[in-house]
């Protein structure tokens, strides 16, 4: 793959995934709003989120995350 078919944004440890100001950044505060209403509505899935939480916080050495895009060249990349 060349530089232009594959470009790295961000890397960023996942351990912080389910974290107030991490999910604000991912998701926008309407999007968190979104999520924290159905939390309170919903019980089953709050519990899973907390599990999911507790679990991210006890393994936190061992997560790591990567996040790539790839994007398809535009015909003009292609003839350059």
């Known amino acids: 793959m060349t530089r232009r078919m594959l470009e790295l944004l961000k890397m960023r440890s996942d351990d912080q995934l389910i974290e107030p100001k ?3 950044e991912d ?3 309407f999007g ?3 999520i924290v209403f159905n ?3 919903k019980p089953d899935i ?3 989120v907390l599990n ?3 679990m991210f ?3 936190n050495e061992h997560l790591r995350g990567l996040t790539m895009v790839a994007y398809k060249p535009t ?3 292609n003839q350059a």
């Open 75 to 77: 015909e003009a990349q």
């Open 46 to 48: 709050r519990r899973r």
């Open 52 to 54: 999911m939480r507790a």
């Open 32 to 34: 968190v709003a979104r």
């Open 39 to 41: 939390l309170i509505r």
């Open 22 to 24: 991490r999910m604000i």
């Open 27 to 29: 998701e926008g505060l």
């Open 57 to 59: 916080k006890t393994h």
